[in-house]
């Protein structure tokens, strides 16, 4: 069965340091990742996407990811974390020709200033 | 703008009441979705449909009901079936092989 593990469920991170979100999945054929973002109460933005080819993505916002297969792992990472990155990140794997989206639990970021 | 569109923002439900969330899209996208999320709990799917006049169960789709009557429109009714509707509902749509958009939601209270 497809699954999502995002390990971390609150992290917090000093303004200014670097950050890294994890995310494991479980899927039988070649996976669809993504990464969202979603400030409270509001709906999930597209952070970046990985379909095939370069396995290091880049995306909105400064964040990165990078697919590695033989860890079935797709990490989200930041360089420098500004205040305004503080919100929940959701991993997700596009499965059955993207007839269904699988999400992970999701992990909220604190930035301290 | 192209979009998702869901309203209302906020819904009370009293006991034993059918309600209705509405979400439509411009984005002539074909398939459409429909998340409940609590919290610590990620997003979980309701129903999905790919086409007009079909939609399958997703994984909670117990006390709830759809319609895909027009492409653009996916509207979920809570029925009173549920016996824990209070969440944050999340409406989606995507075409084959792309993202999924999302709207801004509906908040869902039992009251």
């Known amino acids: 069965a497809q699954s999502v593990t995002q390990p971390d469920i609150h992290i917090t991170v000093s303004e200014g340091a670097s950050l890294e979100l994890r995310c494991n999945y479980s899927?039988?054929?070649?996976?669809?990742l993504f990464w969202y973002v979603q400030s409270p109460g509001q709906g999930l933005q597209l952070l970046l996407k990985?379909?095939?080819?370069?396995?290091l993505v880049q995306g909105i916002k400064g964040f990165e990811a990078e697919f590695k297969r033989s860890q079935s792992s797709f990490n989200l990472r930041k360089p420098s974390v500004h205040w305004s990155d503080a919100a929940e990140y959701f991993c997700?794997?596009?499965?059955?020709?993207?007839?269904?989206?699988?999400f992970g639990s999701g992990t909220k970021l604190n930035v301290k200033p | 703008d192209g979009g998702i569109t869901q309203s209302p923002k906020y819904l009370f439900r009293k006991e034993g009441q059918n309600v209705t969330l509405s979400c439509e899209q411009n984005?002539?996208?074909?398939?459409m979705y429909w998340y409940r999320q609590d919290p610590g709990q990620g997003l979980r799917l309701i129903y999905y449909?790919?086409?007009?006049?079909?939609?399958q169960k997703g994984d909670i789709a117990e006390g709830y009901s759809v319609s895909r009557e027009k492409k653009e429109s996916f509207p979920l009714t809570v029925t009173s079936a549920q016996k824990n509707p209070t969440a944050f509902y999340l409406c989606?749509?995507?075409?084959?092989?792309?993202?999924?958009?999302f709207g801004q939601g509906t908040r869902l209270t039992v009251v």
């Open positions: 989606a749509s995507s075409n084959v092989n792309t993202e999924a958009f």
């Open positions: 990985y379909f095939s080819g370069d396995t």
């Open positions: 984005l002539n996208h074909d398939a």
């Open positions: 899927y039988g054929a070649t996976p669809y």
């Open positions: 449909s790919q086409i007009v006049n079909d939609f």
């Open positions: 997700a794997v596009g499965a059955d020709n993207f007839n269904k989206f699988y």
